[in-house]
């Protein structure tokens, strides 16, 4: 206990399943975290859950992933409040059955699940430093995934299952290239694979579509606690402080596509993120 005590930590999907569990066992080690949740409502409710045991030190923070604007602005408030974060669990995801833009007009899953934390990650690259970590919480779902260069928006032949492993994919060849940018820095940058986890992703909130077989299935599935283990391994753990730009599954490194290895492909997706996040500057 007490080993994160004096650091400062933020997940972003805080209000509940993995990002909550993840938020738990932080600061029961001694972190102050931040809470970056989009709904306030739900934020508050899981603020007000997870503050039952007193001495933890949390902050809520609202932010929507699916929003230029709102990412920077979240960056900023960081920025003024604190001069350092040693942990960044982007922990937060989104899966939808149809096609859904974010306010940018890119496709959702892609737009939230890589390029909103992907800008804000870089957006607090700034507060990082030797020792800070970063975590990426990816998917098996990457090993099905492409690169839709040609039509990264999916306006053409939509699938869910098409969409969410190029999310995923884009997770972990951010992970990579990220690792090999910061590298001098001493940042480490790791992803993971949760394993199949019971939570709230996927459920729409408008019409509860979705919690019917997710209550079905429930029992085959782990719990967000178990689900949020290997990220919440990657964020504390001593054995892999010099460990940067591997895919962890168990809290081992394990074994990636053979497409999120491509050192070219990596670099080509993360400059087209540098451009579709500076367009909107």
């Not at 962890?248 to 497409?259: D, E, G, L, M, P």
Request: aromatic residues 6%.
């Amino acid at each position: 206990m007490g080993r994160l005590n004096g650091k400062l930590a933020i997940v972003t999907g805080a209000n509940s399943g993995m990002g909550m569990a993840t938020v738990e066992a932080l600061a029961d080690e001694g972190a102050r975290v931040i809470m970056l949740c989009r709904s306030e409502k739900r934020g508050r409710e899981a603020l007000a859950k997870l503050s039952e045991k007193k001495e933890r030190q949390l902050e809520l923070m609202l932010c929507d992933l699916g929003d230029y604007a709102s990412i920077r602005s979240f960056a900023a408030g960081v920025k003024e409040k604190y001069k350092r974060i040693d942990i960044l669990v982007n922990n937060a995801g989104f899966i939808a059955l149809d096609r859904q833009e974010t306010k940018e007009g890119l496709e959702r899953q892609f737009g939230i699940n890589h390029i909103g934390h992907f800008l804000l990650t870089t957006e607090l690259l700034d507060l990082m430093g030797e020792g800070s970590r970063i975590v990426n919480v990816a998917s098996g779902a990457h090993k099905t995934g492409k690169i839709h260069f040609d039509d990264i928006n999916l306006t053409k032949g939509f699938n869910v299952i098409k969409a969410y492993s190029q999310s995923k994919l884009a997770n972990v060849l951010f992970t990579r290239e990220l690792a090999r940018r910061v590298k001098e820095r001493g940042i480490t940058v790791n992803c993971c694979h949760p394993g199949a986890v019971a939570t709230n992703m996927g459920v729409d909130r408008e019409t509860g579509f979705g919690k019917t077989i997710t209550g079905i299935l429930r029992p085959f599935f782990l719990t967000p606690a178990e689900g949020a283990r290997t990220a919440i391994y990657l964020a504390t753990h001593e054995s892999v402080k010099d460990i940067s730009g591997k895919y962890f599954y168990k809290c081992r490194i394990a074994k990636s596509s053979k497409r999120s290895k491509d050192p070219e492909l990596a670099k080509r997706l993360y400059e087209l993120s540098e451009q579709l996040v500076s367009a909107n500057k």
